[in-house]
Nanobody, 115 residues
């Protein structure tokens, strides 16, 4: 199994920045891809950005140009740099990993953007 732990959420004013981290542990091998999702109150969980093991990325239109995914393989850590934050970015952000068609989720980290 893969364990995922997110951190870095918090309260920020509109226009501000945050960097989320996701640390993978356990049997974290043969991971096909990873992603950041978010879920706002009363809404479905949605993809923010995904990255394949080959490094291809797919961003939601709503975050293109503002959010950037990156990783540090040596630290088994994935990051989400979020700039120019908007109130509509307020949500719980989840890290996900696809290992041999099994999806693992972190516990989530709250991001709140005030106007």
């Amino acid at each position: 199994q893969v364990q995922l732990v997110e951190s870095g959420g918090g309260l920020v004013q509109a226009g501000g920045s945050l960097r989320l981290s996701c640390v993978a542990s356990g049997r974290a091998f043969s991971i096909n891809g990873m992603a950041w999702y978010r879920q706002a109150p009363g809404k479905q969980r949605e993809l923010v950005v995904g990255i394949t093991s080959g490094g291809r990325t797919r961003y939601a239109d709503s975050v293109k140009g503002r959010f950037t995914i990156s990783g540090d393989n040596a630290k088994n850590t994935m990051y989400l740099q979020m700039n120019s934050l908007k109130p509509e970015d307020t949500a719980v952000y989840y890290c996900a990993a696809d290992q041999r068609a099994t999806i693992y989720w972190g516990q989530g980290t709250q991001v709140t953007v005030s106007s």
